[in-house]
């Protein structure tokens, strides 16, 4: 099987596009590729890479034709990712202290985390210099990628059973029986205005 990994600049580590000025509407580049893909007959699979903000992100990618979906910065803000987690800063009268490094799989954590107390996650881009230096790399190149703190909200099973009932409404309002059926659906271009209907 081939695949075809598509889309560039739009990760939420990744600054390709604002640095270099390259890039291609996410939407607009699944929709073409997958139009390509049913009319030449071509059996390889999309994968969209980066910039999924929200669950109806994912769910509009695989709706436009995309068979997978890379997701970095969602999956960082749960609990049980492997980036290094934070407990939150603690205020004195002195002054701020740095909150310590934790074992985020102590399931402690997680009781924690329901209960209010806040964590952060390490979140870089893969072009950071950072990462090119643990690559063991001595020619270090600039930079297209951001290292920052991501608050934990969520642990993954809880976002995992959203996710899930999310698409299986999305597939029920447009007649979908499958994955396949949803692929291509029928769609509207609305305006920047109209968007911000949705958005609550």
């Not at 893909?37 to 709706?63: P, R």
């Not at 740095?98 to 881009?125: A, C, H, V």
């Not at 976002?159 to 994955?179: D, G, I, P, Q, V």
Request: net charge positive.
């Amino acid at each position: 099987m081939n695949y075809c990994r598509i889309v560039i600049g739009s990760g939420s580590g990744c600054i390709s596009s604002q640095q270099t000025g390259i890039g291609y509407s996410m939407a607009s580049l699944i929709h073409e590729c997958y139009q390509i893909k049913k009319e030449n007959d071509l059996k390889i699979k999309i994968v969209t890479d980066g910039g999924m903000k929200k669950y109806s992100d994912i769910i509009k990618a695989i709706c436009l034709g995309s068979d997978y979906v890379m997701i970095g910065g969602l999956f960082n803000q749960s609990l049980e990712s492997c980036a290094p987690t934070y407990i939150q800063n603690i205020k004195h009268q002195w002054g701020i202290e740095p909150g310590e490094q934790i074992n985020q799989y102590d399931p402690i954590y997680k009781q924690m985390l329901k209960s209010g107390t806040k964590f952060y996650k390490k979140f870089r881009g893969m072009s950071t210099k950072e990462v090119q230096k643990k690559e063991g790399k001595t020619n270090i190149k600039t930079s297209e990628g951001i290292v920052k703190l991501n608050q934990v909200e969520y642990t993954l099973s809880g976002w995992m059973e959203n996710f899930n009932h999310y698409l299986r409404s999305a597939m029920s309002y447009t007649n979908s029986k499958n994955l396949e059926e949803f692929k291509g659906s029928n769609f509207n271009l609305i305006t920047q205005n109209s968007l911000k209907r949705f958005e609550k």
